[in-house]
């Protein structure tokens, strides 16, 4: 682009068209936002940054960027049992950044705030010298006090996880080159289950009165069901062969159980891992049948011994696994 | 430091006693936090980032940046007449930061937090090739439906800015050497002005009922005055004799006609400037006596004529001057 982009005229074209459905965001054009829930519900609030080569790679599409920004934003207030209702984005751009970028970033946003009924609230832009990122904050709203924790899971609670776990993770190893698969289909389906996250939004909200306790699943299975471990003081006796894995998984880690181990490790899975009492079982059929979602058992919640590790994972003859890695911590870390 | 901060450890040290007094906060610990406005308020949400070099000179102290971090944001919500609450923080942070750097950056969010009486609800902390950056979104409540708009003003209403206006742009240029000054006080005054902004916390919610109209003044009073003119449909006509200057930048002023309206350009003064009727006088003064903060008079609210600036400023004579500049834009602006 020839010319440099004005902050104003960028908000005008390529912004305040994601705030039109948004009475409180006064077309972007105040210098604050008002948010209401409905009667009933309380605020929810979540922020997650994700800044280019770190969180996605250099290589990623403009609208793949702004939907990866979103989504793993909606996968938090998703983990909590809450409705996604706005959003606001603070936005460093590289100053090589031109009017197609924008134009194909806005659209990215656009078509996800339709897929996940939320709009823009308000925002920030600024030029950066450094790599592109996006901040940005998720509103939501749950029913008062029902907002799911990560604190209340119970001793013999039942460990639950929605959809598959490890596709992202082989879909990144593909794309970095590191492994390679013989079906093209398989591939391109682990692929896509990395660039595009698909957080549990309509599963979500019916563990509401389900489950006791809850997270999403961004850091990695067992480092995010170490969190709820830790922070309900039990611990998480694991399975695995239980774990939920796509048929495009399953067959790159057959014979591979290091491999297969990894995948309770990788990160960016962006499903949700919960703890429910066994009164909860006939519920949760139903609610995976209504809402087309894998909900899996994958072990139980049981007392935690002092210095054993918060989450323990056994083969098929109940010998417990040694996990090499927690989770992957995506701080600093790079794609 | 000899080894890099581990995330999870970061939170814990820096962060954590940061969102103490946060019920909605869970101590930092879960996926997303739980905001509730006072019964009969509404939530009012802000979003802004700044950037090493841009917003914040490079040698900045690190506790220094917090503040301003916070205060610009503070600013933003001062300005619509509400009282703040709480704020998110994503903060990106070099690769080279330190524990000392990270125990004055976490200082001089404490300091803040007592003296607004806020609390750190959530975030999230990234490595960055670039340069840091911290993004904040901030939340206040606001009587139901009393939110002060830019686009409420009327005609015949008066212009009123609090505080003075040009301390921080002449503080800057004094910083970057640009200027000097014969005072040492004058010139530590100016300084302080640009290193810490003091947004109008206090002044601005007891405008509510009195101001049509008003906004933070953040890129320059012509600039963020005429924002209110644009979204009202009408021109302010002012005086630059009645412009509220310190004396210190009076007396840096004096015999220079250009500097002095360059002050109504310059940005970072974090005043508010906000339009009441004619009957609201005596309420202002009132005001800005329990205050302690001066309001004054600096214009009038007229009808708009196409093609006409939206603002205008007359010498002592009535003749119009002209001005070179509206007013900083804060995009990829160099501080």
């Given at each position: 682009m020839a010319q440099p982009v004005d902050e104003f005229d960028l908000i005008a074209r390529f912004f305040e068209p994601l705030a039109?459905?948004?009475?409180?965001?006064?077309g972007l054009r105040d210098d604050a936002a008002v948010l209401r829930p409905d009667a009933g519900y309380e605020l929810v609030v979540s922020a997650d940054a994700i800044v280019a080569g770190i969180h996605?790679?250099?290589?990623?599409r403009p609208d793949e960027i702004a939907r990866r920004g979103l989504r793993v934003n909606l996968s938090d207030i998703a983990g909590k049992g809450a409705v996604p209702l706005a959003y606001t984005l603070t936005l460093q751009l590289p100053s090589e950044t031109d009017e197609e970028w924008l134009s194909s970033f806005s659209g990215g946003l656009a078509q996800d705030q339709r897929e996940f009924g939320i709009g823009l609230l308000g925002g920030d832009t600024t030029l950066t010298p450094g790599p592109l990122s996006l901040s940005i904050n998720i509103f939501g709203q749950a029913f008062e006090n029902k907002l799911i924790k990560r604190s209340s899971s119970r001793e013999n609670d039942d460990v639950y996880v929605t959809g598959t776990i490890g596709d992202a993770f082989l879909g990144l190893a593909i794309e970095k080159g590191e492994i390679d698969l013989s079906s093209s289909h398989d591939r391109a389906e682990l692929v896509d289950r990395y660039r595009i996250p698909q957080p549990r939004v309509f599963v979500g909200p019916k563990l509401v009165g389900h489950a006791n306790a809850s997270a999403d699943v961004s850091d990695g299975l067992v480092a995010d069901l170490g969190h709820i471990c830790e922070a309900s003081g039990l611990r998480a006796d694991l399975s695995l062969s239980s774990i939920p894995l796509s048929s495009a998984a399953r067959s790159t880690v057959t014979d591979n159980q290091p491999l297969h181990l990894s995948l309770l490790a990788?990160?960016?899975?962006?499903e949700i891992v919960f703890t429910a009492p066994k009164t909860a079982h006939d519920a949760l059929v139903a609610i995976s049948r209504e809402s087309g979602v894998l909900i899996t058992r994958i072990g139980r919640m049981v007392e935690h011994k002092i210095g054993a590790p918060r989450v323990i994972v056994r083969d098929i003859a109940g010998d417990q696994l040694a996990l090499i890695n927690g989770g992957y911590k995506h701080f600093g870390r790079s794609v």
């Open positions: 039109r459905d948004m009475p409180g965001a006064f996605f790679l250099d290589t990623s990788g990160g960016d899975d962006y």
